[in-house]
Nanobody, 115 residues
């Protein structure tokens, strides 16, 4: 059974940083493309970033490019999202998933950016 558990969210002031983690189990993580998605209050879920197996290829939503960075540690079956210079518009529940469309996404982690 595929299980994805995101963590690391919290409250941060504008301009602050957070690092999200996603612990994966139940499938071959190292061979899998992984993605982060988010859902802001009252809005549809939105793709944020993807990383291909091996970590050499990455893709990121244009509005967060230069602020967010996806990475992975295959030895730990863990996906990361480093978020810097956070803005109030980044407030959302963040999910990790095994596809850009959110397949297998588990429980997310809430990120709140406000002063």
């Amino acid at each position: 059974e595929v299980q994805l558990q995101a963590s690391g969210g919290g409250w941060v002031q504008p301009g602050g940083s957070l690092r999200l983690s996603c612990l994966a189990s139940g499938f071959d993580f190292s061979s899998s493309q992984m993605s982060w998605l988010r859902q802001a209050p009252g809005k549809e879920i939105e793709w944020v970033s993807s990383i291909w197996s091996g970590g050499g290829i990455k893709s990121t939503l244009s509005s967060v490019t230069g602020r967010f960075a996806v990475s992975r540690d295959d030895a730990k079956n863990t996906l990361y999202l480093q978020m810097n210079n956070l803005e109030p518009s980044d407030t959302a529940v963040y999910y990790c998933a095994t596809s850009r469309t959110g397949a297998n996404r588990g429980q997310g982690t809430l990120v709140t950016v406000s002063s």
